[in-house]
T-cell receptor, first 111, second 114 residues
């Protein structure tokens, strides 16, 4: 069962912040975040392994609440280059080394 | 380091023909995953392979689809007797299998069935 992402889409002005949420009904070992631009391959942003862990990539950071099986991706002071579709991928504890991806969140950053 | 190489980038097949999609993982990666993506949708897991072994094929349709990752050469996703509903982008990803490292995706093969 795939994780649920929200919102499905968000439009931002350059410099604004946004939060993307990812929620699973399964016990998770890790959460990955990827960004895909139109017509291109998904690109790895970061992986979160432990409950409560937070990581950062430029002004993009994420947190992982292992108890709630939830992760959030934070886009801070968004740039035009942040536009794309963001996917969370979850690795379930019972499912081995494979990722199940959410439906994606489309982000459009306008000047 | 050439990354994950997929070919062809675009493939057009008539209904009933066979489609063969190839994927060479990143150097040093022994884990290969295939995903399917319909336009404006997410990535659907198909199969997870290591050299000469299928580890998880729970996302593969039971008929017409098969995958292999031989000891030598690229991983192959094979679709026999293609139908219009098989039209999609097929992405291959590879990993080292170690924690702390994500997947590296190839550029995908866009399959169009006419």
């Amino acid at each position: 069962q795939q994780p649920v992402q929200s919102p499905q889409a968000v439009i931002l002005r350059e410099g604004e912040d946004a939060v993307i949420n990812c929620s699973s009904s399964k016990a998770l070992y890790s959460v990955h975040w990827y960004r895909q631009k139109h017509g291109e391959a998904p690109v790895f942003l970061m992986i979160l392994l432990k409950g409560g862990e937070q990581k950062g990539h430029e002004k993009i950071s994420a947190s992982f609440n292992e108890k709630k099986q939830q992760s959030s991706l934070y886009l801070t002071a968004s740039q035009l280059s942040y536009s794309g579709t963001y996917f969370c991928g979850t690795e379930e504890k019972a499912a081995g080394n494979k990722l199940t991806f959410g439906g994606g969140t489309r982000v459009l950053v306008k000047p | 380091n050439a990354g994950v190489m997929q070919n062809p980038r675009h493939l057009v097949r008539r209904r009933g023909q066979e489609a063969r999609l190839r994927c060479s993982p990143m150097k040093g990666h022994s884990h290969v995953y295939w995903y399917r993506q319909l336009p404006e949708e997410g990535l659907k897991f198909m199969v997870y392979l290591q050299k000469e072994n299928i580890i998880d094929e729970s996302g593969m349709p039971k008929e017409r689809f098969s995958a292999e990752f031989p000891k030598e050469g690229p991983s192959i996703l094979r679709i026999q007797q293609v139908v219009r509903g098989d039209s999609a982008a097929y992405f291959c990803a590879s990993s080292s299998g170690l924690s702390n490292y994500g997947y590296t995706f190839g550029s995908g093969t866009r399959l169009t069935v006419v």
